[in-house]
Every structure is written in C-alpha cells, then in structure tokens.
C-alpha cells in the first residue's frame, strides 16, 4: 500500500491532475472521434462503436441499401416501401458490403427477408402494391405488380405485343426500366404464339376459327363471296364474336355456301381433283368457273353441268324434281351426288326431266304420249314390272280383279320363292293383293295355299271386299276347290276354311277352272281337263261338301278351256272345249253332269284353245288361227286378224271394248288396244328382254286398268325350284281415257 501510494504521490507530482470517473465519463461524451460533428453523448443509440463511424449517427439521414444503418434506427433500410420485400438482393448486399468500413457495415437481415424475392418498385408511396408477394398481376398495364420481370404486353412470347396496347407498353417499360428489344404490335391473340401478324397468309388454315395471321379477314369464307358454308354456323358466330364488328366488312356474311374453296386441300373432299394440282377441276381454265360463283343467293343454276351452284341440295340432273334423272347421266349422276353430299334417292331412266309427271313407273294413259318412259317417247308403250325376290317355276294361268278397295292377283305353280315366307319354296296357288298405282315396286300382301302339285287352271271372281279364287291341285287325288279370301280389319285377306267348296275324287286334273258369280250370291265353279269335267253349283257360306249339285263327268278327249254361264233359266251351263269342238254340261233331274249341247253359240272350225270372261265379255282365242274374238254386247267382232293370238281376255269400258293379248313373235309380246272409235293399241313388255310372255290377263275399274302377265324364264329346264331365272309374273297399271 505504501509502495502503490508512492507511486500515485510521484505520478501527481509528475504535473497530472486527477479525476473521479464520473468526471472522466463526462469528459468522454464531449468528445467527437469520429469528426461527424455529433459528440459522443449523443450517438449512444449507434451503439458502442457509435461515435467510430462518421456515417453513423442520430438524425442522420438513412441511406438504403449502403449497409449503414445510418441514422441509428435499427439497421439499414433495405425496404423502402415497408411491403415485407428487399429493395435489393441478399448477393448484392454481401458485394456491398465488402466496400463498407466493418465498423459501420449491417448484416444481411435474413430473419425479416427469409424467402422473400426482390421488390422491383420498392419506392415509397400511395398506391404502390408492387411486390413478387402479389398473387394477380394483371396484364397490359404500366406496372410489374408481381415482379417476374415478364413482358406483360406479349404473354405468349411471339414477340408480337397485343394488338392496340402499344402505348400502355411505352408506359410500362418507362415505369420498370425493362428492355425487351424492339417488338411489333398487332397481336390479335396474345395467348397463342401460332397467331400473330408475322403469320404467312398461307399458314392461316381455314375454318379453325383462328385469325392466324391477324388479318380480321372471314375464317369461314375462302372464296371471299360472301356466304360460309351451311356446317360452320355455330362456328362462324363464335369466331365473329373475336372481332369488334367496326373493325370488320364481313359481319354480314350469310349462310348458305355449299363450295367456298377451289383449293382442293380445303374443298369437300368429294370435289374432284384429277390431276392432282390441288385445284378442283371445276376451277380449272377450260371450265370458266369459281367456288365464289357458287352459293344460295344464286339465281340460275345451270342444269345438267355438274355442279350445285344455288346450293339447293337438289339433283341437277332431275330438273321436273321427280325423283328420276334424264336418262342416259348414270355416271354423271352418281358423281354429281358424290361430289355435293347429296343424300338423294334418285332412279334413272326419266325421258322427259321437264314433266314431273313422266317418269320410269309412272301410271301409263293411253292418250298416245309416254308416261313411264318405256319405248318411244310419242307412244303408249309400258313395262310389266315384276316384285325382285319373287321368283316362279311353270306358272299357269294369271287372273286379276278388283274389290271395293284392292287390285288383286291370282296364278299357280310349280314352285314360287317368297322372301318373306319361311322356307322360301312350295308348290303353291300365289295371290297378291294391294297393288299400288305409280310405283316401281306396289305394296304386296301374298295369301299362299301349300299343296303337293297345282295344275294350269285358276280363276278370280272379286265379290264386294272379298275374293273367290277357283283353282284344282293335287293332294291324294285331284281335287276342285274354290277358296274365299276375306278382308279382315287387320289388312290382309284370310282363307276362311268354312267357306271352302273341295270336291275330291280319282278322276283326272282340270286343267281349266272358271268361276261365275250370281247376282244372288251363289256361285258356280267349272273345271275341265283331259276327258273330265267337274263343278260345283249354289256355293254357300258354311257350305259341306256333298249338299247341292255337284258332281264328275267324262268330258271331252283333249279338254283344255272351260267356262262356267247362267243357262237363262238359273241353271249353270259348263262349256269346255278341246281343239275340234264344244261341248255344254248341265245338271240333269238326278243332280248329274250331261251333256246338253255339243255346238251350241261356240260353233268353230277347230275349237277355242282359251275361253276367258271378264264381267259379262267372253273372250274366245281360236286354236292354231289368228286374231281372237270377243263376244259382248255387240256380238261377236274379231281383233288382231292376221296375228297369232297365244292368250287374250277383254272387257268393256263404257261402251269401248279393251283387249289384251299375247301375240306370239320374236318375242312374244303383250298387245293392248282400246276399241274407242279412235283406236290405240299399246305394247306391253317385259323390263326382262329374256322374259317370254304366255299368258295375261286384265281388269278395269273406274279408269284404271290392271294387265297381269305371265313369262317364262330363259332357264327353266336348269331349274328344279324356283330361282331367278324362271318364269315371272308381271303387272301393270294404265289409265283409260
């Protein structure tokens, strides 16, 4: 202690003055080390090292972003814009803070900045919300709101800013110093870089509904005509609604193009390009036409050139629109319905495409000019038309009349296939009814008797709604019957099996029937065949074979006609003939078949090969002879003298007579001739050349007429059943004036 003493006693008298540590504190305040002209006192809050860093002290104005807390706030100002986001990165803080005295240098503030980007506005003011912590940063204004350093104006990255916003870029670029180079406006979609206008106009695919090249042109109108085609209506409105309709000339474009391109990359597929320069041949030089001539508000279509211009959807070939195109366009035709789309059901053949009423399957009327178009255009020439997938083997004798509402058609044979029935073959008696007028294909209804074997004879006699049809067959021994077919509610005719005459026994097939009907309801059938004849008399609903008169009788050696005649006295008079003479059976007081006059009114030379009524008009074809006779009203008169008569039946229309026959020749053919005081005569074929008519038959009612014929098939003797080419059945309609 005495030595410390000492000591302090020798540094005192060294010439120190002392001082109490509250004095030297007090003295330390004053002082300005740092020569930033604030004392010491008053840096305390700059901390220890306060007054060591002349860039630090109270009121001194804060720098941001010079790692110096300059004004002794709590650090330096890193945030401007107090948004929570650095107005400078934590890399380029670290760099500048390698230029910073370390007494004054700040530490990176990672707590407050953890995972927070860059502010690209960190300056302070109203209305500044631009930060990468903004969720929607929208689009084409003056601010980065989100930071992201993008060019707002061309968001698909084309380099192609969005079309009208080229001021609002300026704006922008001024306001976030950005440079994304020079770039051209007029993008029209800035959210698909494939548009934009540095698109080639040949790039721009048509009908996508995209303005690729952003020329505001028609997507839906190639040809520049002014009408888009029909399929692109929902399009064409969705793509016109892109547009603000000022900007366009083309918002009154209409509907109705059915060919809006040449291009045939862009045509329908089904125009033609046959030389393959990708130019529809319709467009080509020689033809002088375009697909901009082509569109609904066409007023003249040209006929029979190929091509819909009005758009019409109709066929250019059928200008009367009757369903048939001019004969002879086959080829034209089916290319034309390929090329346009058309989905018509058009038939050949028509020989008059002005006359909506002159085509195939037209009713035919005998006034001298060609309705259905079969052979010379200046004739009443007509075609049988048969049912396809109906075929017939050795078809006898065919027979038609009308009820109160149905043409019907009788005829057996040996075989006949019928789609619809199952099992497709039988031996039949076939009957067809509901034969409509002016159709190429009438509706048929068929009413099929299944037997072991008919015979040549059949006869139809038509009583108010209902149909008796005579016929023979075979089942264990020869068999006449007569069959009454109803009209049911249903539509169709059923055999009513209590309203059936069936006269069996061993005695020889008929090969001849004819049916009578009374004016009292009773009916008379006769049947006659080689040295027999047989019928029935008073057919009677409910009828049990066995009552009233009926009964079998050696007739003529050689009897192929029979016809069945009211005697005057309301008894039945059964003529048959063979082919030398006549002979009349009647029943006698017994109830038995006699002969009761062998010439009677059928005197001839040689006989009647056929013997057929209609009504009250008996119509006779000689055996071996020419022409044929008809016996009405008038008496016996003689048609078709000098030609070969094979088949014929008449009747009487008003007080004309009309006659059809078959007359043989190479081929045979079908005659009809109206004795009207102006006769016409018609012939009637076969759509079939190789279809040899041999029989027919015809009815009238009203001024309709009904010709039924029967041909053999080219290969009958190849065919054992039914099949395509064997016999057929033919009909026809014609109206009587």
Sequence with gaps: ??????????????????????????????????????????????????????????????????????????GDLIDRDGDGFPGITEEEYAVLLGSVDPIEAESWPTEDFAGRG????????PGNSV???????????????????????????????????????????????????????????????????????????????KDNDCKANNDFDADGDGYYPREFEDEFNGYLGLFRKEEIDWDGDLLGDCWDSCDASVAPATLPDTDGDN??????????????????????????????????????FDQDGDGFSRAGDVDQVNAYLGYWGLNLLVMDGDCNDQDALVHPGQQEILDGQDQDCFGDVNSDNAAFRTYEGAYWTNVGQVEVAHTDIHWALSVPADHVVWPVVPGGAS?????????????LDPTIRSGLIYT????????????????HVGTTYATTSNSLAEWLFSWNPGGSYDL????????????????????????????????????????????????????????????????STCIAEDDGTGNPAFTVCNSTTCVTYSFDAGGNLAPVDTVGDWATDDGWARIERYGDTITLVPVG????????????????????????????????????????GTPNIVKLFLDNGDPETAILGFLDPDLIPVDVSLGIFGTEVLVAATANGPDDSDCSVACPDDDQVGWLLLTLQ
Excluded at 37 to 44: I, L, Q, S
Excluded at 118 to 125: K, Q
Excluded at 131 to 148: F, I, M, Q, R
Excluded at 295 to 316: L, P
């Design 496 to 559: 009513d099996d209590f309203d059936v005459i069936l006269f069996e026994g061993g005695f020889a097939a008929a090969d001849d029937v004819s049916v009578l009907l009374r004016p009292n309801g009773d009916t008379w059938t006769v049947g006659c065949g080689d040295g027999v004849v047989y019928g029935v008399e008073n057919f009677i609903p409910g009828f049990i074979p066995g009552l009233g008169r009926a009964d079998v009788a050696d007739g003529l050696t050689g009897a």
């Design 131 to 209: 930060n990468p912590g903004v969720a929607n940063d929208g689009a084409y204004d003056c601010s980065d709101a989100n930071c992201d350093g993008l060019n707002e104006f061309d968001l698909d990255g084309d380099d192609y800013l969005k079309a009208g916003t080229e001021d609002q870029y300026a704006c922008f670029l001024a306001a976030t110093g950005y440079d994304f180079g020079e770039l051209e406006g007029g993008d029209c979609n800035d959210s698909d870089e494939a548009i934009n206008p540095g698109v080639l106009a040949a790039d721009d695919d048509w009908y996508d509904g």
């Design 1 to 74: 202690m005495r030595w410390l003493l000492v000591v302090a006693v020798a540094f005192l008298a060294s010439g120190c003055a002392w001082i109490g540590a509250g004095d030297r504190a007090d003295r330390l305040g004053e002082l300005d080390e740092d020569g930033d002209g604030v004392k010491a006192a008053d840096e305390v809050a700059c901390g220890a090292n306060g007054d060591l860093s002349p860039n630090r002290f109270p009121t001194n104005p804060e720098i941001p972003y010079d790692g110096i807390d300059n004004d002794c706030q709590g």
């Design 625 to 664: 002879g020419t022409g044929v006779t008809v016996r009405g009203a008038n008496g016996d008169v003689v048609y078709f003298a000098g030609e070969t008569v094979l088949a014929a039946t008449a009747a009487q229309f008003g007080g004309d007579t009309v006659i059809a026959a078959v007359v043989a």
């Design 279 to 316: 130019v529809v041949d319709f467009c080509a030089p020689s033809a002088g036409f375009d697909s901009s001539d082509v569109h609904f508000k066409v007023q003249y279509d040209a006929s029979y050139d190929g091509i819909d211009a009005d758009c019409a959807g109709d066929n250019d």
């Design 427 to 439: 031996d039949n008696l076939f009957l067809m009814y509901g034969l409509v007028a002016g159709t």
């Design 452 to 467: 072991t074997a008919v015979f040549p004879g059949n006869d139809l006699v038509a009583e108010g709604e209902a149909l």
């Design 118 to 125: 860059l502010d690209c506005n960190d300056e302070p003011g």
